[in-house]
């Protein structure tokens, strides 16, 4: 992956979400491999797939650059494409870069084509300000006591406890909004959270018992993803979520990320004002990248995405 990518990455931002995905129910692995005369075999491209909700999901597909155009990309993903047909799906969706080959590969080979550009933005807690109008407006179940209040615009968070209620209330929400459900991500982010110095959160508006309206999730290796009923919810989310990370990785004088930024976050296009309060708050956009489907998925002006970028 490093190699066909161009640049380092951090195994640890990497390791969990993909042996995550490798034990997977509905997951497709294929490895290209070159057997050289007098040497021993290698693998020279690979191509991972998982089903959700009956959606299929590219979350990664790469070929050594030197072994483009031999027509190994193409045959990667029929692979997964037969394994998803014989399960049985009903939408195609792969997160790509701007690699032109890999996106042709996708729009002819798998009827997908580009929704949305995606932005993966950097940038530390300690920048993130809310409007003064949307300060205070959020309560913690965790640290605070319940607020007797029936103004609509607070918005009480509660760490997430997966019993059945939630995860219906999660599979809802995340088809309507996400465009699938994936409840297996759900139960891999509360581990992780549980495992490290991470955050997990429901959001209710109105009260303590209020209707669930968005969650989020933080961890050590790995930042999002972040949902919310109303997209002008999201920047209220965003900010207490990574404020609570921050403030519990202060505590145990830990900072997870290099080159001084603290947290990401992928964001589509169409989440413009989200983008451009973190904009404003002084993040920057280091990379970008698109949404391809094969029909229109959800509604991602109210989602932020998971970051590593394997699955949305």
């Known amino acids: 992956m490093r190699r066909a990518m161009g640049f ?35 693998i020279v491209g690979y191509a991972r797939s998982i089903i959700r909700d009956r959606v299929l999901c590219i979350t990664e597909f790469f070929v050594l650059p030197d072994h483009h155009q031999r027509g190994l990309g193409q045959s990667l ?15 195609r969706m792969v997160l790509a870069s701007q690699h032109t080959g890999a996106n042709s590969l996708y729009i002819r080979q798998l009827g997908c084509a580009p ?14 300000q809310l409007p003064r109008e949307q300060q205070g407006t959020v309560f913690d179940l965790h640290f605070t006591e319940p607020v007797r209040s029936g103004n609509p615009n ?25 465009g699938f459900s994936r409840l297996p991500e ?3 982010w509360c581990r992780e959270v549980e495992r490290g110095e991470g955050v997990a959160r429901l959001f209710r508006r109105g009260s303590e018992t209020g209707e669930i309206v968005g969650y989020a999730y933080t961890g050590v290796a790995f930042q999002g993803p972040l949902l919310a009923q109303s997209p002008e919810d999201l920047p209220r989310i ?11 990785n202060r505590l145990r004088d830990f900072s997870p990320l290099p080159q001084g930024f603290d947290s990401y976050c992928a964001v589509a296009g169409v989440c413009a004002p989200t983008l451009k309060w973190l904009l404003e708050c002084g993040w920057q956009i ?6 391809l489907s094969s ?4 509604q991602p002006d109210r989602y932020i995405g998971h970051n590593p970028l394997y699955v949305l």
């Open 8 to 42: 380092e990455m951090r195994k640890e931002m990497h390791s969990a979400i993909r042996d995550h995905l490798r034990q997977s129910p509905g997951c497709s692995f294929w490895v290209a491999e070159e057997t050289p005369r007098f040497a021993r075999p290698r």
């Open 77 to 91: 993903l029929e692979h997964c494409l037969a394994d998803a047909e014989h399960i049985g799906i009903e939408a």
């Open 115 to 128: 929704r949305l550009p995606m932005f993966l933005l950097a940038g530390s807690p300690n920048q993130l």
């Open 154 to 178: 607070l918005l009480f968070a509660e760490p997430i406890q997966l019993n059945a209620e939630i995860r219906a209330t999660l599979q809802e929400l995340d088809h309507t909004i996400v």
């Open 186 to 188: 759900h139960e891999f």
């Open 238 to 248: 965003l900010h207490h979520t990574t404020q609570l990370f921050a403030h519990k």
């Open 286 to 291: 280091i990379f970008q990248y698109q949404m």
């Open 295 to 298: 029909c229109p998925l959800g």
